[in-house]
C-alpha cells in the first residue's frame, strides 16, 4: 500500500519566494495533519484536518502560512512570502479518525529559505 | 497542557545489548495513548510501537517494549538485542482520548548502537 506522499523532498528558495508544500494521504484516512521539524523547537504541529475541514490550526505560526484540503486526496501547505526562519523539515501524516489509530508519516519536506 | 519530557537527549548502546529510553508526560487526563516514533538518518517517521493507558498490560513489539507507569506518568521504551539499524532518534508521543487528535511530542532521544 502506498503510504503518505510528499512532494518535493527538498526545496531551496529565495526569501520572499511562494513556497508551496504537497501531501497526498493514504486512502481511506480522514485526518491530516501537518509538522514543522525544528532542532530549536522539535516537532510542532501547525494545523490538522477532518474530512477535508480544519479543525486546528493554532499551531500556525502567522498569516504568512496557509493549508488547504481540497478534497480527500490533497493538501497543500502554503508559505508566502518565505522567511529564512521557515527553514525546517515539514511533514504531512494521515490517520483514520478513531483514538488509537496512528498517524502515518510521510517522507518530509526539507525547506532552505536563502 | 499536555507535555511530553525526554531527559535524555543521547544515548549509546553496544549492538545485542539492551537499552532503555525514557519518557514522562504531563496530564490531567485519565484516558490517552502513548506512542513512541523512530526517526532513522532518512527521516523518516516510523511508529515503533503504542500503549492505551486504560490497559495494564504493557506493550510489546518484538524486540521493543514499554514499561509503562501511570501512576508516575512514565512510559519508558526497552530495546533488546539491539541492532545498528536501530541508530536513529526516538520520539515519544502523547494524545488525548477524547476531542483533540493532536499529538504532542518529546524533544527526541538520539540514540547509537555501537559494532
Known amino acids: 500500500d502506498a503510504g503518505v506522499i510528499q512532494s518535493p523532498r527538498h526545496e531551496v528558495t529565495e526569501m520572499g519566494q511562494e513556497v508551496t508544500l504537497r501531501c497526498k494521504p493514504i486512502s481511506g484516512h480522514n485526518s491530516l495533519f501537518w509538522y514543522r521539524q525544528t532542532m530549536m523547537r522539535g516537532l510542532e504541529l501547525l494545523i490538522y484536518f477532518n474530512n477535508n475541514v480544519p479543525i486546528d490550526d493554532s499551531g500556525m505560526p502567522e498569516d504568512r502560512f496557509s493549508a488547504k484540503m481540497p478534497n480527500a486526496s490533497f493538501s497543500t501547505l502554503k508559505i508566502q512570502p518565505s522567511e529564512p526562519r521557515d527553514s525546517a523539515v515539514y511533514f504531512c501524516?494521515?490517520?483514520?479518525?478513531?483514538?488509537?489509530?496512528?498517524?502515518?508519516f510521510g517522507d518530509g519536506t526539507r525547506l532552505s529559505i536563502l | 497542557a499536555q507535555t511530553v519530557t525526554q531527559s535524555q537527549p543521547e544515548m549509546s548502546v553496544q549492538e545485542a545489548e539492551t537499552v532503555t529510553l525514557s519518557c514522562t508526560y504531563d496530564?490531567?487526563?485519565?484516558?490517552?495513548?502513548l506512542f513512541w516514533y523512530k526517526q532513522p538518518p532518512s527521516r523518516q517517521m516510523i511508529l515503533v510501537i503504542r500503549?492505551?493507558?486504560?490497559?495494564?498490560q504493557n506493550a510489546t513489539e518484538n524486540r521493543f517494549s514499554v514499561n509503562f507507569q501511570k501512576a508516575a506518568k512514565s512510559f519508558s521504551l526497552k530495546i533488546s538485542d539491539s541492532q545498528l539499524g536501530d541508530t536513529a532518534m526516538y520520539f515519544c508521543a502523547f494524545m488525548t482520548q477524547g476531542g483533540s487528535e493532536k499529538l504532542v511530542f518529546g524533544k527526541g532521544t538520539k540514540l547509537t548502537v555501537n559494532p
Open positions: 500503549q492505551e493507558a486504560y490497559k495494564q
Open positions: 501524516a494521515s490517520s483514520l479518525w478513531q483514538r488509537n489509530q496512528p498517524q502515518h
Open positions: 496530564t490531567s487526563e485519565n484516558n490517552y495513548y
